[in-house]
């Protein structure tokens, strides 16, 4: 079966690193996302990675490891703002995405 | 980036009664459109893919007869919810992807619908 696995709470402090794990098991895989939302708004984008590696962009960065069925969200220099939860997608061979339960993240002061 | 534009983003209605809701791509075509609900402190749950001028293809367990969903154009997918019941209070939320690209999916607002 396919399945998206993340942790459910993390908490961080202001200022701080944080590494948000996902791991996923799909039919066919064409890409991982990593979304964001704030409560009671929709998911907004933040990342897209097919190939393995690391990309960064600005205070946040998404790996990938396709071997492994592996992907991190990092976030740096966290601020009140990023107190949300985050989402991890995958895309199956049909182009479907499949959704992990989303990680809140908690930044305390 | 990319713009959806859902509305309404807030709907009260009585039990009973039929809900639309409205799905619209401002600057690009979307052939594929998605409706997703999520309950609260919860993961979005698909319900159904819509592609334009032809049936909806909906998940397991979600009623097509309940959920009508119309994709009349490349920019604009409908979900009506037909005599809704307090039960289907929820978030919903659309998204599209731009014809011919297979990455990022473009969310709409998100309609939050509460049935008395």
């Known amino acids: 079966g396919q399945n998206i696995d993340q942790p459910t709470e993390m908490t961080a402090t202001e200022g701080a690193i944080v590494q948000i794990n996902c791991t996923y098991q799909?039919?066919?895989?064409?890409?991982l996302f990593w979304y964001q939302q704030h409560a009671g708004e929709a998911p907004t984008f933040l990342s897209y990675?097919?190939l393995d590696g690391l990309e960064e962009k600005g205070r946040f960065s998404s790996f990938l490891s396709r071997s492994k069925g592996y992907s991190y969200l990092l976030l740096k220099e966290l601020q009140m703002k990023d107190s949300a939860s985050y989402l991890c997608?995958?895309?199956?061979?049909?182009?479907?995405?499949?959704w992990g339960a989303g990680t809140k993240l908690i930044i305390k002061p | 980036g990319a713009v959806v534009s859902q509305h309404p983003s807030w709907v009260i209605c009585k039990s009973g009664t039929s809900v639309k809701i409205e799905c619209r791509s401002l600057?690009?075509?979307?052939?594929?459109m998605f409706w997703y609900r999520q309950f609260p402190k919860q993961s979005l749950m698909l319900m159904a893919t819509s592609n334009e001028g032809s049936k909806a293809t909906y998940e397991q367990g979600v009623e097509k007869d309940k959920f009508l969903i119309n994709h009349a154009s490349l920019t604009l997918s409908t979900l009506t919810v037909t005599s809704a019941h307090p039960e289907d209070s929820s978030f919903y939320i659309c998204?599209?992807?731009?014809?011919?690209?297979?990455?990022?999916?473009?969310f709409g607002e998100g309609s939050r619908l509460t049935v008395l």
């Open positions: 997608a995958a895309m199956d061979s049909n182009y479907q995405l499949i």
């Open positions: 600057d690009f075509q979307a052939t594929t």
């Open positions: 799909t039919s066919g895989f064409n890409g």
């Open positions: 998204s599209a992807r731009a014809t011919g690209e297979a990455g990022e999916l473009f």
């Open positions: 990675n097919v």
